[in-house]
């Protein structure tokens, strides 16, 4: 019996990693799952995959949490030092499925258990790529991707030599309003931005996928995963989301992963690694699909693709910058405060504010630094959204 715990397993990763663990349940030892506000869905699962332990990221709710726990024998806790606690807990795999930089704690936590990680947070590579892949190195554990692109190129890699490889080529699909005429994207509703043409997700990576900020963090989660340098990865618009990834290699010659939009794949893949086991995925009719198209992303429709340059080229705390002036931008136009091409403007305009500070950008990578230059970039979203409003 494996033993598994899931962050993050009340969300859209979180439930298609346990739909495939209860196909299964004979193979796994449940030892921890977490989630946020949903903890009606946190107990139901975690009583019937009888986990040790179930923790919600709020303390506010733990005596929610514990009442629908009762009688059950599962420990019951709450908060992020809990969660913490939760990844200290011996497990042979661990899915990093919180969503944001809150993730970036419990999965380096479980590294250093010497866990194998499933990493869906790309937000713990693009915030603080270095101390990840050295906390793995140095505790002797293994970090999976878990984002189908970055599924798709580990996959494209197997048995390869990563020297031979002359481009990463990641598609996107071009969100909801790939088609849209340019001069409407500034009224673009939350509703709207909320609705994915392709994949069944949260409703932040969703947003992000429409504002192409979900394929900036992936283009830095590349480098940071693979190791090669920014003018080596591509982006490929391609609005069948069929096309995962393709690996370029020095004979010419393109791999491509081709398969169904169904985030169960790059679970299952990594849930199963090195093996390769039966997915309750749907298999393409290439013949029915008849074609699939790419084309080049338009820069004008998708500033965050130029921010992630950016980003790649400053190095140091800037991915956190990046990713925490983001993350506060998403929150105020979910809130209905901001409209959705200020979202890349506050973003643009903190990473100009904070570039000259070479102490903040330049700092060490620890958690504490990441951290301080995350909240930094929050502040100073904040104020400039609040400057914004007041005009
Ligand atoms: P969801 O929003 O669906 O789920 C997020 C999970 O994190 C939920 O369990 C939520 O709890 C929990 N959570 C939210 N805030 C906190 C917090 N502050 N501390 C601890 N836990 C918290 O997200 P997704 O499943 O869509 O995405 C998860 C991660 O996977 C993201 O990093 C995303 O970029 C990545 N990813 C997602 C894909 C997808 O298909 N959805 C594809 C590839 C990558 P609750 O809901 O109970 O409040």
Redesign the pocket.
């Known amino acids: 019996m494996r033993r598994v715990s899931i962050?993050?397993?009340?969300?859209?990763?979180?439930?298609?990693t346990l739909d495939l663990i209860a196909r299964a349940p004979e193979d796994y030892d449940v030892v921890a799952l977490?989630?946020?506000?949903?903890?009606a869905?946190?107990a139901r699962d975690a009583i019937s995959l009888n986990a040790d332990v179930a923790v919600?990221?709020?303390e506010n709710l733990l005596d929610d949490l514990r009442d629908a726990l009762a009688g059950t024998g599962i420990e019951a806790a709450a908060g992020?030092q809990a969660?913490n606690e939760a990844a200290a807990r011996p497990a042979d795999w661990v899915m990093?499925?919180?969503?944001?930089a809150?993730?970036l704690a419990?999965g380096l936590t479980a590294l250093q258990q010497g866990a194998t990680l499933a990493l869906?947070?790309?937000?713990?590579l693009v915030t603080a790529g270095p101390l990840l892949m050295e906390t793995a190195r140095k505790h002797n554990a293994t970090v999976l991707p878990?984002?189908?692109e970055h599924s798709a190129i580990f996959q494209g890699l197997v048995g390869e030599d990563l020297s031979a490889v002359e481009r990463i080529i990641i598609t996107a699909s071009g969100g909801a309003f790939r088609d849209w005429p340019l001069d409407k994207l500034a009224g673009a509703t939350l509703a709207q931005a909320s609705s994915h043409p392709n994949?069944?997700?949260?409703?932040?990576?969703?947003i992000?996928s429409a504002s192409m900020f979900?394929k900036a963090?992936e283009v830095i989660e590349t480098k940071e995963f693979f190791g090669v340098l920014p003018e080596q990865i591509e982006v490929l618009v391609h609005p069948e989301s069929m096309v995962h990834a393709l690996v370029g290699f020095n004979d010419g010659a393109l791999m491509a992963h081709v398969g169904a939009p169904d985030?169960r794949h790059?679970i299952g893949y990594a849930l199963h690694w090195p093996e390769r086991r039966q997915l309750p995925v749907e298999r393409l009719d290439l013949a029915q699909i008849g074609q699939l198209t790419f084309r080049a992303p338009d820069p004008q429709r998708y500033p965050a693709l130029r921010l992630a340059q950016e980003v790649m080229q400053t190095g140091g705390m800037m991915g956190a910058i990046f990713n925490g002036a983001k993350e506060r931008a998403l929150d105020a136009f979910i809130a209905g405060q901001i409209g959705f091409l200020d979202m890349a403007r506050v973003v643009e305009d903190v990473m100009t504010q904070l570039s000259s500070d070479n102490g903040l950008i330049g700092a060490d990578f620890t958690l504490d630094n990441v951290s301080k230059a995350d909240q930094m970039a929050r502040y100073r979203a904040d104020q400039i959204m609040a400057a914004q409003e007041a005009e």
Do not use: Y
């Not at 962050?7 to 990763?13: D, K, L, Q, R, V």
């Not at 869906?120 to 713990?124: G, I, L, Q, R, V």
């Not at 994949?199 to 969703?206: K, L, V």
């Open positions: 962050f993050g397993a009340t969300g859209s990763i979180g439930q298609n977490t989630g946020g506000r949903n903890i869905h946190l919600t990221a709020h992020t969660l990093s499925a919180i969503i944001g809150a993730g419990p869906a947070n790309k937000e713990s878990v984002d189908s994949w069944d997700m949260g409703q932040r990576i969703t992000d979900n963090l985030m790059a």
